[in-house]
Every structure is written in structure tokens, then in C-alpha cells.
């Protein structure tokens, strides 16, 4: 009942009520790294180090470990950004990468599931609910206030 309710499919009941655990991201790292073209996908400066997986939809929003919500972040701006959600300006770059060829590409070679559909219903729901003046992480310490016609079209 409780399934039906919700529009979901049994299988993922238990998820729905429970949560899900997180799972080990760091396979991915060199892939994102190859996608990225060695940069942090926030502030694009080269990454010096591995570089750390970050949810650009936070798990703290929607627990998403799809390819579609994971980018590569260099230390300091994953750290900043921990479970905020990025500006419109970010938002827009997601995009774009989230319909590169390259994305199913990696999927494909790393085995690693993508949902892009979900993934961007989620940022649509999540974004487009936020109150006027919500702030948004842009980078390091700096916050900015939604706008609703940025954030609409950086999700459209």
C-alpha cells in the first residue's frame, strides 16, 4: 500500500522508507578525472591530488550515487560545499556534462549505473521548490540567492 501510495515500484520500498546505504565511490575516481579533463568540476583549477567524489545533488537531498550526480571536486571546494546545493551557474555546467556522449561512455566502461531522467526530475524538484533568496553555494565561502529564471533554466 505504501508503494502504491508513493508511485513506486515494490523494489524500491525499502530504500523509500529506510534509506540506503552509501557505497564506495573511489572506483570512479579516475574515470570522473578523464571526464573532467583533470579539473575540479567547481572551480575548473587542475587537480592536484586524486580529487574527492562529491554528490552534486547532496545524498542529504536524494541519496544518488548515478554517474549523473557525481563529479570530481578538489579538496577545498568539496569540503565547502559539503550537503548545499550550487548555484545556478554549476547547475548549468551539470547539465551540459550530463548530456555529453561522454557520460554514457564512462557508464558503459566503468559499469556504473545512470539514471540521467531521475536524476534530473530530482534537481528539477529540488530546485525549482526552493524559496526566493535560498542561498546557494558558488564556491569556496561565497553564497548567492536563487533566482527562480536561472535556476528554471539552468534545469529546463
Known amino acids: 500500500m505504501v508503494a ?23 572506483p570512479l575516481r579516475p574515470a570522473l578525472r578523464e571526464l573532467q579533463e583533470g579539473r575540479c568540476f ?4 587542475r587537480l592536484s591530488a586524486a580529487g574527492e567524489v562529491d554528490h552534486f545533488i547532496p545524498w542529504s537531498r536524494y541519496p544518488d550515487d548515478g554517474l549523473d550526480n557525481l563529479v570530481l571536486a578538489d ?19 551539470w547539465r551540459e556534462r550530463m548530456e555529453s556522449p561522454a557520460v ?5 566502461a566503468e559499469r556504473w549505473p545512470r539514471h540521467p531522467e531521475m536524476t534530473l ?11 526566493a533568496g535560498s542561498p546557494l553555494w558558488d564556491g569556496q565561502a561565497t553564497f548567492v540567492l536563487a533566482e527562480r529564471g536561472a535556476l528554471a533554466e539552468a534545469v529546463a
Open 4 to 26: 502504491r501510495l508513493n508511485e513506486l515500484e515494490e523494489s524500491a520500498l525499502e530504500d523509500f522508507l529506510f534509506g540506503r546505504e552509501r557505497i564506495a565511490l573511489v
Open 42 to 45: 567547481y572551480c575548473g583549477d
Open 104 to 108: 554514457p561512455e564512462v557508464a558503459a
Open 75 to 93: 579538496r577545498g571546494c568539496n569540503g565547502t560545499k559539503r550537503d548545499f546545493l550550487a548555484s545556478a551557474r554549476h547547475v548549468r555546467r
Open 121 to 131: 526530475g530530482v534537481a528539477r524538484a529540488v530546485y525549482l521548490r526552493l524559496p
